[in-house]
């Protein structure tokens, strides 16, 4: 089936016991069992149907096999890197997330991870930062704050023959959406998803996703998912489910809208630089066209007069809120360096404060860009 039709659809099919064409929310923590260990489901951390419905439609959008839900995008991530072992090396790219720096640096390095961080659209320099005992790659593309596209086919090739242990391919694809970017097709071994962002859609459930393909990796992940506990509850799993149902067309609008207001930043007199990988200005423009079907909905530019200007700009918008997190049908604004990237401050990750970023809604574009027009005039 399209994507369109597996948004709807995947994992979901109406309710035996009723009918009912929405998942139903399993609001339970135990399940009645007919005889003991033949039950489907027994205890809700372990398995709950919303959430078994959520966890297929997102392998079934993701082209993968296997899909795990958590409490939070961090959560996911979490489980992913407890695939790790004291002595073990992630090269990660040197601009992610900040809750991904802080929990690569403050949390596992503690336990013997080690991590450093390379420019990943430079091929030669991914393949000089890998290391002997590199077992893990992590990518974001496009990345946070930086909009940075990353090759994933090419860095997927590079780790095929690289000498020793093939290091997993882990992709964030919180910023893209499986509507607009496929990493296991690519390559890629892991997806990970905040899906409190696009997948949710609505700015009201806090969310996370992994998917792959591996047997074995996804039966040790799933071990973890249930021994360590942070899982959603089945209310979480439905906002996400429904969230995903305009998945689609909600891409479609966030992409269109961004892509015109960084066209008209990109002519303002008071702004220095967009960066946005649908303008043909942006370095990995051509990378973005070939593993894209469109540009996302964050563009983040840099505004002349320095880090005040750009804290007057934020906090002047009206249709823009001002706000932390993305991905929702509202238009955002924030300045990272002082709001969401401020886990990377002092560290060689650390983000420019002139910078202001933009998740891009689906109001009218002439709206927004109005709005932006007053707040820097």
Not at 119 to 147: F, G, H, K
Not at 200 to 228: C, P, W, Y
Not at 246 to 264: D, F, G, Y
Request: hydrophobic share 45%; glycine share 8%; proline share 6%.
């Amino acid at each position: 089936m399209y994507f369109e039709t597996l948004a709807i659809h995947a994992g979901q099919p109406p309710d035996p016991a009723y009918g009912a064409v929405m998942t139903p929310i399993y609001q339970t923590s135990t399940y009645a069992q007919k005889k003991m260990g033949e039950a489907i489901y027994d205890y809700a951390r372990t398995a709950n149907p919303t959430r078994t419905a959520l966890q297929e439609c997102i392998a079934a959008l993701e082209g993968g096999r296997h899909g795990l839900a958590f409490a939070s995008g961090m959560a996911a991530i979490d489980c992913v890197l407890r695939l790790l072992r004291p002595g073990d090396h992630v090269l990660a790219s040197n601009d992610v997330y900040g809750g991904t720096y802080r929990i690569f640096k403050r949390v596992y390095e503690v336990y013997g991870v080690s991590s450093s961080f390379v420019e990943m659209s430079d091929l030669d320099a991914v393949r000089a930062a890998l290391r002997p005992n590199t077992r893990m790659v992590w990518i974001e593309t496009p990345t946070n704050p930086l909009l940075k596209v990353a090759d994933i086919a090419a860095i997927a090739d590079l780790l095929a023959v690289a000498d020793g242990i093939r290091p997993l391919l882990v992709v964030d694809n919180t910023f893209a959406s499986p509507y607009l970017q496929r990493p296991l097709a690519l390559g890629a071994d892991i997806v990970v998803h905040s899906a409190t962002k696009y997948l949710g859609g609505h700015s009201d459930v806090v969310n996370g996703l992994i998917v792959l393909n591996d047997d074995e990796a996804h039966a040790r992940l799933k071990f973890l998912q249930n021994a360590v506990g942070a899982v959603p509850g089945p209310l979480d799993c439905f906002l996400v489910l429904r969230g995903i149902k305009t998945l689609p067309v909600r891409m479609e609008r966030h992409s269109a809208n961004a892509l015109k207001i960084a066209a008209w930043l990109e002519s303002h007199p008071r702004v220095e630089r967009v960066l946005y990988p649908g303008l043909p200005s942006h370095p990995q423009h051509e990378i973005a066209r070939r593993q894209m079907c469109a540009f996302g909905g964050m563009i983040s530019f840099i505004v002349k007069g320095g880090p005040e200007e750009a804290r007057r700009i934020a906090e002047r918008t009206g249709v823009f809120a001002l706000a932390e997190s993305l991905g929702g049908v509202e238009s955002l604004i924030e300045v990272p360096a002082a709001m969401t990237h401020m886990s990377v401050a002092n560290s060689p990750l650390q983000v420019s404060p002139s910078l202001i970023r933009l998740s891009v809604g689906i109001e009218h574009v002439d709206d927004l860009i109005a709005d932006l027009a007053q707040a820097m005039a």
